[in-house]
């Protein structure tokens, strides 16, 4: 059996390297490093993708979500609501801008912000939602929208986790992860479903005024060359990294169908553990998510672990050369960088029983079924004793 990877980029390199190196050459040989042919390409061919007007590429999934809130114009004390549960980026670009973040709780289902917490955090000075995608699924965005059109706020897709994923509207309609708000955001990290071979993200929007405004921020405030016309940042996402994403964007429903069935193994292999909670899929989809559909891409294959020492499993997994990950093991709320009297721990009762509960196993998709069964064989052996 080959060696166990939590995500295997080497192995999915390998399998496209005569593609990407010489796209990588390429763009050294033209030495169009920054803003070159190869990120306008990117960009078109990622707005066809994604059925979206405009796709603005950056320089990283944070430096997206910074400037997604600057476009907006939010100010200073402005109230933005977005999960608990996820990872810290979401709520540091809020504190960065000096906005006011406010934290509510998850669905205990599918790790995603609860719709009626956010209805109970909505005060005057609420501005914006900023729904997470998490572990590769999408919140549920009719009621977020439905929320923010009744109170005047702006929605901001965190699509980190999802690129490529579907939502599915009562109606069977579909729209593409990050193209649903009024503006997303996602990061090609590496380990990502779609990911470079460094740093890079981009921004989402349908809305043309808010396209024009984003892509003066990402480049110094400039549209025409030493006239600043809003307040910018250096964000830009270079050319061999676009060289790398316009490689791999075309194989990415294939990537993420890879993740789904190996994420039907893994729960295949745990029917019937009754201390084990597989992930579930909460989108209500038009099609038969057994046979195959785009609702969940499985970023991340999570497990919640029931009267089981959780960090001791880590641990025997990490001692059979399997690893593993634990997304996330403290609350935002309870960040010392985040903590505020506002909150009240009752308020964050599913967030506080998933820091114990979570585990994530390898997920990519280069994973075979002997690995798998190997993985699954060693979790079960020791929830057995």
Known sequence: MKKIQMVDLKGQYNDIKDVINPSIQEVIENTSFINGPKVHEFQKNLEQYLGVKHVIPCA???????IAMMGLGLKPGDEVITADFTFA?????????????????VNEADFNINIEAIKKAITPKTKAIVPVHLFGQCANMEAIMEIAEAHNLFVIEDNAQAIGASYTYKNGSKAKA??????????????????CYGDGGAIF????????????????????????????VNSR????????????LPLLDHYNKERQNAAKKYSKAFEGVETIIT?????DCSEDCETGCDCHVFHQYTLRIKGIDRDALVKHLNANNIPCGVYYPIPLHSQ????????????????NQL???VISLPMHTELDDEQIEYITLTIIKFING
């Open 60 to 66: 990283n999934g944070t430096d997206a979500l910074q």
């Open 89 to 105: 980026a979401t709520v540091e670009v809020i504190a960065l801008l000096q906005l006011t973040p406010v934290l509510v709780d």
């Open 178 to 195: 990050g193209t649903i708000g009024h503006v997303g955001s996602t990061s090609f990290f590496p380990s990502k479903n779609l990911g």
């Open 205 to 232: 929007t349908n809305d043309d005024d808010l396209a024009h405004t984003i892509r003066g921020i990402v480049n110094h405030g400039m549209y025409e060359r030493y006239h600043h016309d809003v307040v910018g």
């Open 237 to 248: 996402l270079d050319s061999i990294q676009a060289a790398v994403l316009d490689v791999k």
């Open 279 to 283: 992930p579930e899929i909460s989108n």
């Open 336 to 351: 010392k960088a985040y903590k505020d009297a506002r909150y009240n721990e009752e308020d964050f009762k599913v967030t």
């Open 355 to 357: 820091v114990k509960e």
